[in-house]
C-alpha cells in the first residue's frame, strides 16, 4: 500500500483556500472600481492591490495601513487566512490632529 500524503504542517482546515480568498477581495476590488479608485491613478491603490496579490497568491494573512496622500486618510484592515476571523478595509481618517 502506498502511505497517505498528508497536507503540510503551516495549512489547517480553518485557513482559507485560494477561491476562498478570491472571494474575500472581490467586494473590495468592486468597490474600488465603483469609486474610480484605480491603480493606475493612486499610488496608495497601488500599493493595496499588491498586498491582496500577495494574500490570494500565498496565503498569508495582510494588515494594511497605508497612507492615502492624495484624500488624506489612510486605508487600514486585515485580510485574514483563517475562516473563523473577519477580512475588512477601511478608508480612516487623516492623521492630522486639532490643536
Known amino acids: 500500500m502506498d502511505p497517505i500524503e498528508s497536507a503540510p504542517a503551516s495549512s489547517s482546515s480553518s485557513d482559507r483556500t485560494?477561491?476562498?480568498r478570491q472571494a474575500q477581495v472581490k467586494p473590495i476590488l468592486e468597490k474600488l472600481?465603483?469609486?474610480?479608485?484605480?491603480?493606475?491613478?493612486?499610488t496608495a491603490?497601488?500599493?493595496l492591490m499588491m498586498q491582496i496579490q500577495d494574500y490570494v497568491a500565498?496565503?498569508?494573512?495582510?494588515?494594511?495601513?497605508?497612507?492615502?496622500?492624495?484624500?488624506?486618510?489612510?486605508?487600514?484592515?486585515?485580510l485574514e487566512t483563517n475562516r473563523h476571523?473577519?477580512?475588512?478595509?477601511?478608508?480612516?481618517?487623516?492623521?492630522?490632529?486639532p490643536p
Open 18 to 20: 485560494k477561491a476562498e
Open 33 to 42: 472600481s465603483e469609486l474610480k479608485l484605480y491603480a493606475s491613478k493612486f
Open 45 to 47: 491603490i497601488k500599493a
Open 58 to 78: 500565498n496565503g498569508e494573512p495582510q494588515k494594511v495601513n497605508i497612507v492615502f496622500p492624495e484624500f488624506d486618510r489612510r486605508i487600514k484592515g486585515t
Open 85 to 97: 476571523a473577519e477580512s475588512s478595509i477601511k478608508l480612516k481618517g487623516g492623521d492630522k490632529r
